[in-house]
């Protein structure tokens, strides 16, 4: 048994303790909307949004990539739980972009142990074998961080089962200082074009 394990069960008997009146949340997040942002562990939703417990549901994956499986799950976000607002989150130095498709693949057909980035890229130094599986495998990387916000939030936006009067906006989370940073081509192709936000920005541009 590790220390993380136990630490993980010590936190949560704490959190019980503190836990209130929490289980009379909705299912429906109060407040929403959605984020679809990394798995990077330096990003916490909760604070760079301001969210509490019941507020917004929050998807990750590594890249914050709009996924079949995220956009997936931003479906049944608005379809059953009623959200109308989507953020696709990328970060500055994320891991997405040390690696391509190809070397992922290597490295799986190499060892399946965990590999080591150094100054040359990542190397693996755990024994094999490893896996051809990974062949099949679109990793989703990262060679330019605001041409994947607007890849994700335009892919997004032209699926077939997204409606089109759900804004869907695009920024970078700066790991540096905590900042969320519009990138304004995916803000444009994000826009709703029906209903409530459309109208909104209708308003805005005659202002």
């Not at 289980?23 to 604070?47: E, Q, S, Y």
């Not at 599986?133 to 041409?147: P, R, S």
């Amino acid at each position: 048994m590790s220390n993380v394990y136990t630490e993980v069960l010590r936190a949560n008997e704490a959190y019980v303790g503190t836990f209130g009146n929490k289980g009379k949340l909705a299912m429906p997040p109060a407040r929403r909307f959605a984020i679809l942002t990394c798995m990077d562990a330096r990003l916490d939703p909760a604070k760079f949004a301001g969210l509490a417990e019941g507020d917004a549901h929050v998807i990750r994956n590594a890249g914050g990539r709009a996924s079949d499986d995220a956009i997936r799950s931003l479906v049944i976000s608005y379809k059953l739980l009623g959200t109308r607002e989507w953020f696709v989150v990328h970060h500055t130095h994320c891991g997405m972009e040390t690696f391509t498709d190809s070397v992922m693949r290597d490295l799986l057909a190499s060892s399946l142990k965990t590999a080591k980035l150094g100054s040359g890229g990542w190397s693996d130094e755990g024994p094999g074998p490893g896996s051809h599986e990974g062949d099949y495998v679109d990793w989703l990387t990262i060679q330019d961080q605001k041409a994947s916000v607007v890849a994700d939030v335009e892919r997004i936006r032209k699926h077939p089962l997204v409606p089109r009067d759900i804004p869907i906006y695009g920024y970078i989370y700066d790991v540096g200082t905590g900042k969320l940073i519009e990138v304004p081509e995916a803000m444009i192709k994000g826009q709703a074009t029906e209903g409530e936000f459309a109208h909104k920005k209708d308003q805005r541009m005659a202002a």
